[in-house]
């Protein structure tokens, strides 16, 4: 029996819920009334889309920066030779991730509400309460802790399979702990830091749980607005659109990922 049939349940599920789905995506897209068009893209170029589209583009790239920020250290930590219990805390991070996305989003909502913890400990401190609920900062809180162990785990790969006989070579040359990690461990995890940036940037670009739940509808993301356009509007054929030019934005990302990284080391950083 040839290896090409044990494929074809697998072929089949690819043909049925990606590439069919994908073609009527492009054909709505292109058409309205059964017509072809172009429409649908110009209607993007209004201000108000471009505005939204602004906006998560910035605070996805804000999101990717914290992350890589908070989880760079992390992962370093994590990775040391020196650190016994690693593999203790790499559990409790993966914890997290079992839970439902929305159940980790609904946590958020009752630290940063009115009456949640959060204030409380503001009013007994004696701050007083702060508006965190419904504001761009309360989702991008959001965003970096859901998307976080995504940043973490990929760096905390490839250091973790690191030569320490590189370190070692430095110091006997006389390099400090400034200029090994400059020279020589921050280079060797560059494809665990591209292989986080791009699985942060990407779901946190095309996001809509976290932008309704904790900004509370008073802004929209751009995966509000596609949602939208097929749920509340019905607009298939703008909401196909905007999907398109998402996947383009998804696939120069990835392009850009390729230049950088044209060996491909960055995919196999994560644990994922």
């Given amino acids: 029996m040839?290896?090409?049939?044990?494929?074809?349940?697998?072929?089949?599920?690819?043909?049925?819920?990606?590439?069919?789905?994908?073609?009527?995506?492009?054909?709505?897209a292109f058409t309205f009334g059964g017509s072809f068009?172009?429409?649908?893209?110009?209607?993007?170029?209004?201000?108000e889309f471009l505005g939204i589209l602004g906006l998560s583009l910035y605070l996805a790239?804000?999101?990717?920066?914290?992350?890589?920020?908070?989880g760079y250290p992390a992962a370093l930590f994590l990775a040391s030779k020196d650190f016994k219990r690693s593999h203790i805390v790499v559990v409790l991070f993966v914890i997290p991730m079992w839970m439902n996305f929305l159940l980790r989003t609904y946590a958020w909502m009752t630290l940063l509400?009115?009456?949640?913890?959060?204030?409380?400990?503001?009013?007994?401190?004696?701050?007083?309460?702060?508006?965190?609920?419904?504001t761009e900062s309360a989702v991008l809180m959001g965003m970096v802790y859901?998307?976080?162990?995504?940043?973490?785990?990929?760096?905390?790969?490839?250091?973790?399979?690191?030569?320490?006989?590189?370190?070692?070579?430095a110091n006997d040359l006389g390099a400090?702990?400034?200029v090994t990690f400059l020279r020589v461990t921050l280079p060797l995890s560059v494809p665990g830091i591209l292989s986080g940036v791009t699985m942060v940037f990407m779901p946190a670009i095309t996001t809509f749980v976290i932008p309704r739940l904790l900004g509370g509808g008073t802004f929209m993301m751009f995966?509000?607005?596609?949602?939208?356009?097929?749920?509340?509007?019905?607009?298939?054929?703008?909401?196909?659109?905007?999907?398109l030019i998402m996947m383009a934005l998804i696939l120069v990302s990835i392009g850009i990922l390729n230049k950088v990284d044209p060996n491909g080391q960055a995919e196999g950083g994560g644990l994922w």
């Fill in 176 to 178: 400090n702990a400034f």
């Fill in 113 to 134: 509400e009115d009456t949640g913890i959060i204030n409380r400990f503001l009013e007994w401190i004696g701050i007083g309460r702060k508006k965190l609920m419904y």
């Fill in 223 to 243: 995966g509000d607005l596609i949602e939208n356009q097929f749920l509340t509007v019905g607009d298939w054929n703008f909401g196909s659109a905007l999907s």
């Fill in 2 to 28: 040839k290896r090409s049939v044990f494929a074809m349940p697998y072929g089949l599920w690819m043909l049925m819920f990606t590439v069919v789905p994908i073609f009527l995506i492009i054909y709505y």
């Fill in 146 to 169: 859901n998307f976080l162990p995504f940043m973490v785990f990929p760096i905390y790969s490839v250091l973790s399979k690191s030569d320490d006989r590189l370190i070692e070579a």
């Fill in 61 to 70: 790239a804000l999101c990717t920066v914290i992350c890589l920020l908070i």
């Fill in 37 to 47: 068009t172009l429409e649908n893209f110009r209607l993007f170029l209004e201000p």
